[in-house]
């Protein structure tokens, strides 16, 4: 049984009759569209989560496989659980290079903790809130031998009194490894948004983050700033800043969201100390706290 998704694909390759009459109709139907291919420029991978459910899926050899639906045609039948699986993706220039499907039950980072907190602020007969949700995961497929490789998400929402006059004015996270993750860290590996200031229109433009398989979004909306820690032994020291400047000030609820992800050495996990802070129009100042709850009272 092939327990990693670089083993399931290594097992599907190496027998290059299995899924034959399913190669050919994959080949009819590129022909019939004008794509042709030779027969054995295509892979038939059988790719199966761990609760059994398995997707079978045709596709050109030197193709990225970006995401594997299963759907809601899930059957029980001789060969166990199976399902109807649609892949989309695109060419790459290596034809050698690993497939890594993506969805449920195929990740290449997996989730390994989540948690949230709220922050209530009281004020001239007014109330607002802020809601801040972070998640961990690990890279399941990347194994070396120096480092391991861990993702870290955070997103919050804003939310104002009803009062038509107030808005958010300011908002603002930041992620910090704690003393003893500082000994275990190796560097950064990737980080989203970059560094940097930078202003929305409030138009409703939405910022897609994406790691891997790992995606959130936020309404890029007034002004808002990203800073980092270069260091190695602080990877994953990130802040996002969010405000408004007037005279108009955009109503509503705003977000803010951030992904990163870091190395580490074998064997070990980071964690993470965090901050988030809010700032409504009427109150005389932030209300912040880190890793719980709160509630400010003016």
């Not at 139907?29 to 027969?39: Q, V």
């Not at 059994?52 to 039948?77: I, T």
């Not at 060419?91 to 497939?99: G, I, R």
């Not at 602080?234 to 990163?260: E, I, K, R, T, V």
């Amino acid at each position: 049984m092939a327990t990693t998704l670089s083993e399931q694909v290594a097992r599907s390759r190496a027998d290059r009759s299995r899924g034959a009459s399913a190669k050919a109709d994959f080949l009819r139907r590129a022909a019939a569209d004008g794509k042709f291919y030779e027969t054995g420029s295509v892979d038939y991978l059988r790719l199966e989560r761990a609760d059994g459910v398995a997707a079978d899926v045709v596709v050109p050899h030197d193709y990225r496989l970006d995401s594997v639906d299963l759907g809601f045609g899930q059957m029980s039948g001789e060969k166990g659980n199976s399902a109807v699986a649609t892949a989309t993706g695109g060419e790459v220039a290596n034809p050698s290079a690993p497939l890594y499907p993506t969805g449920p039950g195929f990740e290449t980072y997996a989730q390994v903790s989540r948690g949230s907190y709220q922050i209530f602020v009281y004020y001239s007969n007014r109330s607002g809130k802020i809601y801040f949700d972070w998640s961990k995961y690990k890279d399941q497929d990347t194994t070396h031998p120096d480092y391991e490789l861990w993702a870290y998400k955070r997103w919050a929402v804003a939310t104002p009194p009803g009062s038509p006059m107030d808005t958010v004015q300011s908002m603002g996270m930041r992620s910090y490894p704690t003393s003893a993750s500082q000994n275990v860290l190796r560097g950064w590996n990737e980080l989203q948004p970059l560094p940097g200031s930078y202003a929305g229109n409030c138009a409703g433009n939405s910022i897609g983050l994406n790691i891997a398989n790992i995606g959130v979004s936020f309404n890029a909306c007034q002004h808002w700033r990203v800073d980092w820690n270069d260091l190695p032994w602080n990877a994953g020291d990130m802040s996002f800043n969010w405000w408004q400047n007037g005279p108009f000030y955009q109503a509503g609820h705003h977000n803010m969201a951030a992904l990163f992800s870091v190395q580490t050495f074998p064997g070990t996990t980071p964690y993470y100390k965090d901050f988030y802070k809010v700032k409504f129009y009427y109150a005389p100042t932030d209300c912040a706290a880190t890793d719980k709850s709160a509630n400010c009272y003016f």
